[in-house]
């Protein structure tokens, strides 16, 4: 929204990164959770940036693209999930204490989420890159003027969005 385009493929992110994180668990038990946020992390910046491809290369209207990759990863969700699903007992011990656990009172998944949010309010806030998607978003135009890379801000946007919703399904399993 910051920049004036709207993902609507984003609950379609978070399911297929769930999903597969959670098979990932399954195959491999033993996988540290960092490695899985990680792996949530990457699968949906990868899924953003092919609606930033879309939307700064391609030129296809943001509402258009993201509308079609939802149906586009949903399909692939149904077509890798097979009806299946992932219960709690599946996953490993550790990611389980570390989404069930707290510290201070406060619930981890409350204090990463709070942690993330403070890292992209300060870059936004205080580095020129995160000023320029301020920029895109105001007038286009004017931010080409100004020597920003609109397509490139555009396309890391969507990948940024991607990737936060790839950790909001890791979350979520």
């Not at 030129?59 to 990863?73: H, I, K, N, Q, S």
């Not at 000023?131 to 609109?150: K, M, Q, T």
Request: charged share 10%; net charge positive.
């Amino acid at each position: 929204l910051l920049m004036k385009h709207v993902d609507l493929s984003v609950g379609s992110v978070v399911g297929l990164s769930a999903f597969l994180t959670g098979s990932l668990f399954i195959a491999m038990p033993g996988l540290p959770v960092p490695l899985a946020m990680l792996f949530g992390l990457v699968l949906g910046a990868a899924l953003g940036a092919i609606n930033g491809l879309l939307v700064a290369y391609g030129r296809v209207p943001a509402l258009v693209a993201t509308l079609g990759t939802l149906y586009v990863f949903r399909g692939l969700t149904y077509a890798v999930v097979h009806g299946g699903q992932i219960n709690a007992g599946n996953l490993p011990p550790a990611f389980l204490s570390f989404a069930t656990g707290s510290l201070l009172g406060l619930p981890n998944l409350v204090l990463l989420v709070l942690v993330v949010m403070t890292l992209f309010g300060l870059y936004l806030k205080s580095y020129r890159g995160g000023r320029e998607y301020y920029a895109v978003g105001s007038n286009r135009e004017a931010a080409v003027l100004a020597g920003i890379r609109v397509s490139r801000r555009t396309m890391t946007g969507f990948a940024l969005s991607g990737a936060i919703a790839g950790l909001a399904g890791v979350l979520y399993l």
